[in-house]
């Protein structure tokens, strides 16, 4: 992206590494400290460390305020909107023998009115507007706005990571950070065009954030180097949209059901050798096309099974009448998209589209699904590609694709190409998901719905809805009381219950996952369902209160520490 003569840029920003929001024993601030207190702490932890400090929180209601004063003044539904309770705060004192949350500390999960929360933007300088002027006159001054009010976290920079890193630092965005806890290896340089062999031992996150901050002054860069798994829901709160590259499939899902639980749209992504993937989940994304207006005036209806036209607006200009019509996007949860959801009606009722499907979809799922098994690592023997082999028809099979598209050669070059990054490939689908970035904070584009394959073996970078069965969009994952309740394909999966087994089991530190420990705030026993639902209780524990119960928590990963809190906040065991 070209740039054009202006005054000399500022100069670049201090990166410093970034630590957790929260310190103390189980991640949050003392159950002691008063509400004003835990800001204080946040906003100078916040400060010190070098990443964007969460919004000040605002003062308790009183007979002179609206109830929720801080969501209300930035336009949410009061009425419609679903809130979940923010236990990194102090609670209120009790009321009745019950601990009531704050409710100036809840956080809207969305905003129903139009799909997506609010968000700050600020104006476009006369020296900004010099400089990206080409890209303005391409998407417009309002979407540059959006584009640099964009707070971005980008998660492991690797090659994929680093291209995707350059697009949207020279478009401008407001704040980059990028999060990586490993070291520059010589494997890196590679693919990875942001780092050099003096860079070999370093943090791969600081290295690479010394040329990003050269290539626009202007973006602030962050760098965090403690790594993803050290990170609880609430670090992803402050964040626009994050991108998570060349991770395991149950990292993507824990930070995808984070990003849901806080609106926050959510990408996945990765690399290897001549295939590669992106995977987007914006919950619901809202977006204008503007158009002639034709013989036939554009109504609202439903256009597919997740998009559809909620608004239609004309105007003059000159001769011409414009056709203004936005468009709904409805998502679904990586946990789904990547395994339990099938091919929509318009591929399965067509032999020739099924066809055409390219074999690195049903490959890329078998891969994810044997890294499930085994721990986060692919395969590497000869039993392991006997078992790759038998995941990778039952996924083809799963699929409804022709047994006769699945290929022993393609099979062999796919396990060939595992672990590997060529810089041709990451460009393409680094400049496929960054520009997908741009668009959605452009708001004028049609995203990606939802899963992009990319088969080097043909040269082709495919989009495929998949989805499953039943509710879309923010009604995928809603707020219910202190569980929300997502399907998971098979009944239904409690987030708060079997969701904490699985960060323990990925080796995610629970302690940091404030917004989720078990406070047994509002008492609740075990039943029958819940045990039918978790994998977490069985019939051992009918009658314990919840929290109680989830104590067996560690036993999936035994470098784990859970902590339970009793009605007034303090740790029982």
Known sequence: MDKQDTAPPPPPPTSIPARPLYDGSNGIAAASETAGQVEAATSASAASAGVPAPAQSAPAPTSDTPFYPALAS????????????????????????????????MLPIIQPSNGTLPTSERGVSADEIALYDRQIRLWGIAAQARI?????????????????AK???????????????AQVTEADLGAQFLLSESDIGQNRAQAASVALAKLNPRVNIHVDVEGV?????????????VIATDLDPDSFNIINTATRLYGKAFYAAGVHGMYGF?????????YVIERDLGNVATEPKQETRTRSIIDVKTKKEGPKTIESVTKRELYSTWLLASDVASLPEEYTS???????VTPALPCLRALWEFMQRQGGRTPSNREDLKLFTQISTQKHKALGLPSETLKPEFLRSFLQNLGSEIAPVTAILGGQLAQDVINVLGRSQQPIQNMVVFDGSSMESLMYPLHPEGVLGANLLSAAGMDPIMSNGNGVMMPGFGGLGGLAMGGFDPTAMA?????????????????????MFNGGVMGQMDATASMSLPNNNQDATVNNNDINGNQTS
Request: charged share 15%; hydrophobic share 45%; net charge negative.
């Open 515 to 535: 917004p989720i420990l078990t406070p047994d705030g509002i008492p609740m026993d075990v039943n029958a369902a819940f045990v039918d639902a978790s994998m």
């Open 278 to 286: 992106i995977f987007a989940d914006l919950i619901e994304h809202d």
């Open 229 to 241: 798994k050290s990170k609880g829901p609430s670090y992803f709160a402050g964040f626009d949209i």
């Open 74 to 105: 930035n336009g949410v539904d009061m009425a419609m909107a679903t809130f979940i309770p923010d236990q990194t705060f102090m609670p209120m004192p009790p009321v009745g023998g019950l601990q009531l949350a704050d409710p100036t500390q």
């Open 350 to 356: 067509s032999k020739r589209r099924l066809k055409a």
């Open 167 to 181: 697009n949207l630092v020279l478009a401008g965005v407001g704040s980059l950070t990028v999060l990586d806890g």
């Open 148 to 164: 640099q009010s964009a707070n971005i976290l980008l998660i492991t920079l690797r090659g994929l990571a680093n291209e995707v």
